[in-house]
């Protein structure tokens, strides 16, 4: 295992993928911003904190809340952030009776405020950390069900605020050609999201994920790729 000094961002850190991460981090040797609503009872990030005194920080971040990243930003304010993982994220529907008639407005609204807002604001924040990086990389927790390629009549409001995650990571690779943006499609993963019957544990999505930004360049950008590094369609 490659051991780097990077310090990574992570929104939604405190379970699940997030938490996979911040754990897959660590252990490489890297410096983590664990970001997440209730650090006050975040237990299992706390036991990493305990474990990973110098490397691991557990920050309060709500993706929803404009008033979290410019406290957080602050804190930062001129520390190199070599990679920003856009993670948070929220599944609104119930897997069964989808369709356009159970798209409830609110819940479009609260997904495209966390899936899609959220990370435009971490981008918004902490562009200027990445700049400072010799290597910065956006990776934005992406889906399948983001992808119009495969589109699907039901889950409307997930999959309309996955595609509009993917978009953003489309804009903003062409708006900065220094920082590496890309949407990752994790697996279906065996989180609270993901549900019992998912393929993969944590600990191998997470070992998938930090294996294909360990090899991003910087002519990946602006793409949309699977755990295994295979280009996806849109
Ligand atoms: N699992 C899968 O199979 C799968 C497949 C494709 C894509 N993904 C994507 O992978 C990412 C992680 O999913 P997961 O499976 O780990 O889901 P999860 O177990 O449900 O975890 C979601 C995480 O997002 C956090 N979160 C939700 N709203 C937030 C907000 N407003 N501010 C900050 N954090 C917030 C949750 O925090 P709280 O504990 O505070 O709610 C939790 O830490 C998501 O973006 C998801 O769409 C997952």
Redesign the pocket.
């Known amino acids: 295992m490659n051991v780097t000094n990077d310090l990574v961002l992570i929104?939604?850190?405190?379970?699940?993928?997030?938490l996979g991460l911040v754990s897959g981090y660590l252990r490489k040797g890297c410096r983590v911003i664990a970001s997440?609503?209730?650090p006050e009872s975040a237990q299992n990030l706390k036991e990493l904190a305990y474990q990973y005194p110098a490397a691991l920080n557990i920050e309060q971040?709500?993706?929803?809340k404009i008033t979290d990243f410019q406290s957080l930003a602050r804190k930062y304010h001129q520390i190199p952030i070599d990679i920003l993982i856009n993670?948070?994220?929220?599944?609104p529907e119930n897997h069964a009776g989808t369709g356009i008639t159970a798209a409830d407005p609110q819940q479009m609204l609260a997904a495209f405020e966390?899936?899609a807002l959220?990370a435009l604001m971490a981008i918004q924040h902490f562009q200027d950390n990445l700049l400072k990086s010799s290597n910065p990389r956006i990776i934005n927790?992406?889906?399948q069900m983001g992808a119009l390629s495969a589109a699907k009549g039901s889950c409307y409001s997930y999959r309309m605020s996955k595609v509009a995650l993917n978009m953003l990571t489309k804009c903003f690779a062409e708006e900065n050609k220094k920082i590496i943006t890309i949407a990752l499609?994790?697996?279906?993963?065996k989180?609270?999201?993901?549900g019992i019957n998912?393929i993969l544990n944590v600990d191998v999505s997470v070992e998938m994920i930090m294996k294909v930004i360990e090899n991003l360049k910087i002519v990946d950008s602006g793409q949309f790729f699977d755990n295994e590094k295979n280009l996806c369609n849109w």
């Open positions: 929104t939604g850190a405190n379970r699940g993928i997030g997440c609503r209730h971040l709500d993706v929803k993670n948070a994220g929220i599944f966390t899936n959220g927790m992406s889906s499609r994790p697996g279906w993963v989180t609270k999201m993901g998912a």
